[in-house]
């Protein structure tokens, strides 16, 4: 490789960091607003191992539910070829109001969360581990409904596609039927 194709590929990277770098989270987040139930509605995912399944992938339910000690709890609903499945995901309160650590035991690493925009009665925009790499960033959309208006719909697409996301790794799954079945969740 010549140098200035060196230069030209470093200074890429930069620039790609320094995008990824910028986001902050929603401005006076209010945690006891932002509890309750959320529908994952939209999701920018672009890890090789993934790719396969993006067309099975069907909108998920969660419960976020405060602790006294500023951490939370996460209770995600989602359907698999298993059927319904639930788990729950601890995060860990940062010095940073909206943003959050947990570690993920399917990549045995420590992960942040980020509430980049919510207006906590409509949508939320998360990003899931902020230094950006395929194999574990995400952005996603959630919804206080299974269905958000079409400019929410946008702004979340222009938020992945500014993260680095491919537009194909940008999905609006439909909703999943049954999952949690009639009276799971709150």
Sequence with gaps: MRTREVVAVVMA??????VHADVK?????NLQRFAGKWYRVGLAYDSPSFAPYRDKLKVSMGIITPLPNGNVNLT????????????????????VPGQFTYFST???????????????????????HKVFHREYTQV??????Q??????????????????????SILTPPPAENCPASGSGR
């Design 140 to 145: 996603a959309l959630y919804g206080r409904s």
């Design 13 to 18: 990277m930069l620039c790609v960091m320094m």
């Design 25 to 29: 989270p929603q401005r006076d987040f």
């Design 147 to 168: 269905r958000l208006a079409v400019n929410v719909i946008q702004r979340f697409k222009a938020l992945a596609l500014s993260q680095g996301f491919p537009r194909e």
């Design 76 to 95: 995600m609903w989602d359907a698999t070829p298993m059927g319904c499945q639930s788990k729950l995901y601890q995060y860990e309160k940062t010095n």
């Design 106 to 128: 399917r990549h045995n690493m420590v992960k942040d969360i980020t509430v980049v925009d919510t207006n906590y009665t409509e949508y939320a925009m998360v990003l899931k």
